[in-house]
């Protein structure tokens, strides 16, 4: 007697899904050489909901940087993580079913995290971002120390000798990238600028400063407290001290 075997519900419906994926004939825009998601073979030009979202993103300034995300959630259903002011410290990013209604948000000041709805992190996968990538755009760039904040006290502090600012310059020497990283943390030197990108620091001053700064920007730099970055394209703001302060940089290139 043959015996019969069956196939668990779940695995029943993911081959019923992936059967069901449909050809993308089309794609006149958007490249995607990803799995089949939500029943498409390219979700970016095939799902219209999420293509309008990807053509918005693309007329937006150069400094207002988006990405889109795949993922999937309670096992089997699959969705998009919308992230919309990725160069922000503390966005919100928008968790999407299939047909872009909106199941939660992640990231923020709290810090919303994959698990609150039951995402697998595994599954989390780039598609689409509007702007270069973040390590060739910082990388060997030179970046002047502005002024210190402090948002507890509301006071500024701008390095000075007499009437001369002190000219220090911020580097980013090389990228790590990290799997599985924090959000916008800086780990020992190196700087978590965008996703699970961290950026090699190092201060350097052009004049020997015998007041303290540059050992203060270093030890902040390399603060043991949770700190984030804020890119704004020739801008840069790093906060430190469990975001009680921050630095300011410009573009010194």
Not at 149 to 160: G, L, S, V
């Amino acid at each position: 007697m043959k015996k019969l075997f069956f196939l668990p519900l779940s695995a029943l419906l993911l081959c019923l899904l992936f059967s069901a994926c449909k050809k993308d004939k089309n794609n006149l825009h958007f490249d995607y050489d990803g799995p089949c998601h939500c029943g498409v073979e390219n979700p970016l030009e095939q799902l219209e909901w999420l293509h309008n979202t990807a053509v918005e993103f693309e007329s937006w300034p150069e400094n207002r940087w988006a990405k889109i995300f795949i993922c999937t959630y309670d096992s089997i259903k699959q969705g998009f993580i919308i992230n919309p002011c990725v160069n922000v410290s503390d966005g919100m990013q928008s968790f999407v079913d299939c047909e872009g209604n909106k199941l939660g948000e992640l990231g923020g000041f709290a810090g919303i995290p994959l698990s609150n709805y039951n995402i697998d992190p595994a599954s989390v996968r780039e598609i689409y971002r509007n702007y270069p990538d973040t390590a060739a755009t910082l990388v060997n760039k030179r970046w002047q120390l502005r002024r210190f904040f402090d948002r507890e006290t509301n006071t500024e502090e701008i390095p000075m000798r007499g009437n001369d600012p002190i000219p220090f310059w911020l580097y980013f020497h090389d990228s790590l990238t990290v799997e599985g990283g924090g959000i916008n943390q800086l780990a020992g030197n190196y700087a978590m600028i965008d996703h699970n990108i961290y950026m090699n620091v190092a201060a350097v001053t052009e004049i020997h400063d015998a007041t303290g700064w540059e050992e203060r920007m270093l030890n902040a730099l390399n603060n043991s407290s949770v700190c984030e970055v804020g890119y704004y394209g020739r801008t840069m703001r790093i906060y430190y001290d469990l975001n009680r302060k921050y630095m300011d940089f410009v573009r010194a290139d």
